[in-house]
């Protein structure tokens, strides 16, 4: 028995070790022909690497889309390029090197390679298949959608290898710095989205290489890499003139701009909560006023529901401030908010002698046309909240503000046409910038970003560091939020230090 228990034992093992050792791209099913381009880029260790089906665990071939489109002439000379979404649903892309015959493909053409043989290398830049003859490439259809990924310049720059060889599309591009007047497309120039800077290549060749240029538009491109000593450097290159789509959605400078703000002070909030912002250009409150109105969505403020007047909603929903006196010059900062002018809530370092254009005992009084009094400006429930900027001291339901800014995404803010309108900012945009429609509100369409909600009564203050350029009328950095951690000894230097926003000519 002992001997029959011990053949069966091996056999068990045989059979284990039968099955766990077949070859698998993809574990815990049946071979496939098809190796995804994810697991294919994986493979490439900085070195030309052949490939067989041992490498490629069993696989031959990649199933993939055609993006690449050699009609009008920007494209990189024999480069068919494709992408596909087989692996873990994550897009990527990969360049054939098969000579003139790619000019034979076009966008949206499905294809089976036959990759047995190939070289995968990076040259020029760029990691490609090698070797590959046209008759491993069967063509099995045509017309089918194309996956755009949006992705941001400062996503593309850290992770260019990701993006490499895949369609991109930058949205809200505008040229930095400013074009000259006539100046085209021809060459190599900056575009910037708002979260850095990408160049936008267009051969001299190329049949659009002489449109002049758009103030602001969506750019549909593949991605490139070209070496810079051991780095990647990524490059968009449009396909045809069709992959510029301009925007006509209007961005002004705002006179002022929101830079902190502190919801939630240690201790009580009662007169020690006040926002930070600067003036982009110099103002004097007594002949150009303007307004502030802060918005508290938690579940006890009133009036309930959705807000039918906007921003002029009142009661314990929002609170109207208006700026009617002093000054601030370009540049600086100033403040807005409670009589305490302490920086932490009560026996904190006070501020005082910073420039505070408001000062208002919001916990005693009423706000200026609307707004009943409140320990709490901004909500501290984890619902929403939210900072508005108006020219003028007149608020009502259709006032559109210059700036804006929300924390959180809860509570009753927009439904059917009824919600708190918003301004095009780094954050929001009127209108959708890929489908194009109307999106005046917060929490409608693609207005859903958002800040983050700081850990109750610990006393952050949460600076909004970015870069605003005037001359492009534009955030070439997007905010970010910092949460920064405040004792009672706090100072006024550590919010207006080197994180803070920047303001640039």
């Known amino acids: 028995m002992k001997t029959e228990k011990n053949y069966f034992l091996i056999f068990l093992i045989t059979i284990v070790c039968i099955i766990g050792c077949q070859k698998s791209n993809y574990p815990g099913a049946e071979v496939s022909r098809y190796i995804g381009i994810y697991d294919l880029r994986t493979l490439y260790k900085d070195v030309p690497l052949i490939l067989d089906e041992d490498l490629m665990g069993g696989a031959s071939s990649i199933s993939a889309v055609v993006i690449s489109d050699h009609r009008a002439g920007n494209m990189p000379e024999g480069y068919l390029i494709v992408q596909d979404i087989r692996r873990l649903s994550l897009l990527r892309g990969i360049c054939i090197q098969i000579g003139t015959e790619a000019s034979n493909y076009l966008p949206g053409d499905s294809v089976i390679v036959d990759i047995v043989g190939a070289t995968l ?116 290159k449009v396909r045809s003139s069709a992959d510029i789509v301009e925007l006509n959605s209007v961005y002004d400078v705002p006179k002022i701009i929101i830079t902190g703000f502190v919801s939630d002070a240690n201790g009580t909030d009662a007169n020690n909560e006040y926002i930070q912002l600067m003036a982009t250009q110099d103002i004097n409150f007594a002949t150009t006023p303007f307004s502030l109105v802060t918005t508290n969505n938690a579940g006890t403020s009133t009036p309930s529901g959705y807000p039918t007047k906007g921003w002029a909603t009142g009661d314990l929903r929002t609170y109207k401030f208006n700026l009617t006196t002093g000054t601030a010059e370009k540049g600086t900062y100033f403040y807005v908010g409670g009589r305490s002018k302490l920086i932490n809530g009560a026996s904190s370092t006070s501020i005082a002698d910073a420039n505070w254009i408001v000062s208002y005992g919001y916990n ?48 009753s803010l927009y439904n059917n046409g009824v919600g708190y309108p ?23 369409g693609t207005n859903n970003k958002c800040l983050l909600y700081g850990t109750s009564d610990l006393g952050f203050f949460n600076i909004l560091g970015g870069e605003y350029n005037l001359s492009l009328k534009r955030w070439t950095k997007a905010r970010v939020q910092e949460l920064h951690l405040m004792t009672k000894q706090s100072q006024r230097t550590e919010i207006e230090g080197a994180n803070a926003t920047k303001l640039v000519d």
């Not at 490609?128 to 045509?142: D, E, F, G, M, Y």
């Not at 909500?379 to 559109?400: H, Q």
């Not at 009127?430 to 109307?438: F, W, Y």
């Open 121 to 236: 290398d990076r040259v020029d830049g760029i990691l490609q298949l090698q070797n590959v003859n046209s008759s491993k490439i069967t063509k099995v259809q045509s017309g089918l959608p194309i996956n755009v990924k949006v992705a941001t310049t400062a996503q593309i720059v850290a992770k260019p290898n990701e993006y490499e060889s895949t369609l991109q599309v930058i949205v809200k591009g505008s040229f930095n710095p400013i074009p000259s007047a006539g100046e085209t497309l021809s060459g190599d120039l900056t575009i910037n989205d708002g979260f850095g800077n990408l160049t936008l290549s267009t051969d001299a060749s190329a049949e659009f290489a002489d449109n002049t240029l758009y103030n602001m538009a969506n750019y549909y491109g593949i991605l490139f890499n070209k070496l810079s000593g051991s780095s990647l450097t990524p490059y968009i």
């Open 364 to 411: 005693t009084l009423n706000g200026f046309d609307f707004g009943t009094k409140t320990t709490n400006l901004l909500a501290n429930s984890g619902n929403s909240s939210g900072i508005a900027l108006f020219e003028g001291t007149t608020v009502t339901s259709a006032s559109i503000p210059i700036d804006v800014i929300f924390v959180a995404t809860g509570g």
């Open 422 to 444: 918003i301004a095009n900012t780094d954050y929001y945009d009127m209108i959708d910038p890929i489908k194009l429609t109307s999106q005046p509100f917060y929490m409608n």
